[in-house]
């Protein structure tokens, strides 16, 4: 079973993590998309909340997983016998910080891989930070993140909103 684990802080998940996620789901047996507990960022969602959302939008692909973790990466796939982990590439900075990464994983753990897929064109500007953005200024997100996720958007900003 070629098990990948593909790692982020999906805060919120959008349209373009759920691309690659299906799209590695075509390649591999078994992807586990890990949830990182504690990054060190601002969260809009809790940890149960990103996982409940990424777990409800990827509800039918059969072969993904969602599960949350912290500490490393390499010591997650380890647990889980996974060997390659999987990242998305947007633009050129990315390609920086993962090509920093996946050095990295490779001094921490050589039996791990790092495989990046490119984004799709539509999603090519698409960030958790930018649909934040959008819905606190008030704008629809609808064509960035599926109903779910928008609809725990408009929540948490009407509960947030003085
Ligand atoms: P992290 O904090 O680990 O970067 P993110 O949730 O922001 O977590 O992203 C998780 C992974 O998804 C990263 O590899 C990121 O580059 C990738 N990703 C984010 N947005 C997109 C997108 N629009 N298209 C393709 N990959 C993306």
Redesign the pocket.
Same mark, same amino acid.
């Given at each position: 079973m070629n098990t990948a684990v593909? &790692? !982020?802080? %999906?805060?919120p998940? /959008?349209? !373009? /993590?759920i #691309?690659?996620a299906r799209r590695a789901a075509g390649i591999f047996d078994r992807v586990i998309v890990a949830v990182?507990d504690l &990054?060190q960022?601002s969260l809009l969602f809790n940890t149960q909340e990103r996982v409940a959302m990424v777990r409800e939008v990827l509800a039918d692909v059969s072969n993904i997983e969602v599960s949350s973790y912290s500490g490393l990466t390499v010591d997650f796939c380890r647990e889980r016998g996974a060997h390659t982990v999987v990242? !998305? +590439?947007?633009v050129i900075s #990315?390609f920086e910080?993962?090509y920093q990464m996946s050095l990295t994983t490779r001094e921490l753990a050589p039996e791990i891989d790092m495989v990046? +897929?490119?984004? $799709?064109l539509q999603?090519? %500007? +698409? $960030? $958790?930070t930018i649909v934040k953005e959008v819905a606190l200024a008030g704008g629809s997100v609808s064509q960035f993140v599926p109903e779910p996720v928008s609809a725990a958007l408009r929540a948490r900003l009407t509960h947030h909103t003085p």
């Open positions: 593909y &790692p !982020g802080t %999906f805060d998940v /959008h349209n !373009g /993590h #691309d690659i990182y &990054p960022k990242r !998305g +590439l947007r #990315d910080r993962e990046c +897929l490119m984004t $799709s999603y090519a %500007f +698409l $960030s $958790s």
